[in-house]
């Protein structure tokens, strides 16, 4: 069974300038996360999907990070315009349905460096 | 508001000991809760899940425990090898079930 997918897997970008980030899921996961890992710390969820709808992106900072799910498969995370304090690992993670504490599975991340 | 505490930061062992790491977590109504292995540069790799009604769960070398009551959980490696070297995270699911809110991690190197 193929893992979580993600590109780039490093980014390098200047502050202000715009950028995205891919994920596919495990084939059947219905929940899709995005998590933000600032090094030395754990990860920090920035927004749920459930199929393409959209659960919680409370945490979210909505004036310049949005994501989107289209027909319930792979999503985008996108950040525009980009701070300093962007810099971390964006890790993208599924699970297989909507219950709880359901076992959650993690791609490899996209490495980025805000400069 | 919960949160995931683990000790120690960091820890180093020769090859061959056992070892406990720890976690803690401030509200005990909890729903699951997970421990990941993440090496670096690489993403989070699932080691063990222990379902809220479970004392503990065990995989080969590792068993994991689970006191809701007191807000802890261990994971317990046996006979440790030099490939055990990596970060441990320890989480929690939140009140809805839904996410998960990590700790900082156990940063373990085990030489041989």
């Known amino acids: 069974e193929a893992g979580v997918a993600q590109s780039p897997r490093y980014k390098i970008i200047e502050k202000r300038q715009s950028v995205a980030f891919w994920c596919n899921p495990i084939?059947?996961?219905?929940?899709l996360y995005w998590y933000q890992q600032i090094l030395g710390q754990g990860p920090k969820l920035l927004i749920q999907?459930?199929?393409?709808?959209?659960?919680?992106d409370s945490q979210l900072p909505k004036d310049r990070f949005s994501a989107e799910r289209l027909k319930g498969v792979d999503s985008t995370l996108k950040i525009q315009p980009a701070k300093l304090e962007d810099s971390a690992v964006y890790l993208c993670?599924?699970?297989?349905?909507?219950?709880?504490?359901?076992?959650?599975?993690f791609g490899p991340g996209t490495r980025l460096t805000v400069t | 508001k919960q949160e995931v505490t683990q000790i120690p930061a960091a820890l180093s062992v020769p090859e061959g000991e056992n070892l406990v790491l720890n976690c803690s977590f401030t509200?005990?109504?909890?729903?699951?809760l997970q421990w990941f292995r993440q090496d670096p540069g690489k993403g989070l790799t699932s080691l063990l899940l222990?379902?809220?009604?479970?004392r503990e769960q065990t995989s080969g070398r590792l068993n994991a425990s689970l006191d809701k009551s007191s807000g802890r959980s261990t994971l317990y490696i046996a006979a440790s090898q030099p490939g055990d070297s990596a970060t441990y995270l320890c989480?929690?699911?939140?009140?809805?079930?839904?996410?998960?809110?990590f700790g900082k991690g156990t940063t373990l190197s085990v030489s041989s």
């Open positions: 993670a599924s699970s297989l349905g909507r219950g709880s504490g359901l076992e959650q599975y």
């Open positions: 084939s059947g996961h219905a929940t």
């Open positions: 999907f459930q199929n393409n709808g959209v659960v919680d």
């Open positions: 509200d005990s109504a909890i729903y699951n």
């Open positions: 222990i379902q809220s009604s479970q």
């Open positions: 989480a929690v699911f939140n009140q809805a079930g839904t996410a998960l809110i």
